[in-house]
């Protein structure tokens, strides 16, 4: 079983700025992580994943991840923040003993892109 | 290409009434979820089933809550005498098989119990 956590739960970046969303993770074994956006009034929507291979993750909207073992982290990061970003992003991991799931998410990161 | 669909969309209930959430999963999709998300908190698991079987309610409460997934129909999450803290978004996540990790939600399901 994994755990994650989102140190932040609000981050604001102005327009064109690069995003960084922190989540650090717990685990018992090979870690597999997960990136959510939730829009207000929605239900989330996934954007991306990390099960092996490169540590940079790429996903929809232009968003990517970084998986850094010695830091046991998987931030979340984007070149150039847009204002139709502002949203709430969860980190998740597996929970069960098996398979995906059972997905445990982190308490959520706001972010607010000002124009 | 209908999404995972969920209704009602906001429901309001009296104490000790019985709350009736619905679920369909998006089109091909055998494996729902049930997600709880209280206000300013996260999402919490509830309740995985498949097809006529629950495989992992291990996050559903141990009274009044009850999920079924029939061979036929949506999905029901069903709250007996609902009490203030049953109030929250309801969420409802379908996948074609478990080893993916990707989720594809419903809008949700507000419940408020007055």
């Known amino acids: ?115 | 290409n209908a999404g995972v669909m969920q209704n009602p969309r906001h429901l309001v209930r009296r104490r000790g009434q019985e709350a009736r959430l619905r679920c369909s999963p998006m089109k091909g999709h055998s494996h729902v979820y049930w997600y709880r998300q209280l206000p300013e908190e996260g999402l919490k698991f509830m309740v995985y089933l498949q097809k006529e079987n629950i495989i992992d309610e291990s996050g559903m409460p141990k009274e009044r809550f009850s999920a079924e997934f029939p061979k036929e129909g949506p999905s029901i999450l069903r709250i007996q005498q609902v009490v203030r803290g049953d109030s929250a978004a309801y969420f409802c996540a379908s996948s074609q098989g478990s080893d993916t990790g990707e989720l594809f939600f419903g809008e949700g399901s507000r419940l408020t119990v007055l």
Do not use: M
């Not at chain 1, 969860?90 to 990161?109: D, E, N, S, W």
């Open chain 1, 1 to 115: 079983a994994q755990s994650v956590a989102q140190p932040e739960d609000q981050v604001n970046v102005a327009e064109g700025n690069p995003l960084t969303v922190k989540c650090t993770y717990s685990v018992s074994g090979n870690p597999y992580l997960f990136w959510y956006v939730q829009y207000p009034n929605r239900g989330l929507q996934f954007l991306l994943k990390y099960i092996t291979g490169d540590n940079l993750v790429k996903g929809s909207y232009g968003f990517e991840a970084e998986f850094n073992k010695s830091q046991t982290s998987f931030h979340l990061k984007k070149p150039s923040a847009l204002v139709s970003d502002s949203a709430l992003y969860f980190c998740a991991a597996p929970g069960g003993v098996t398979g995906f799931q059972k997905l445990v998410f982190g308490t959520g990161t706001r972010l607010l892109v000002s124009p």
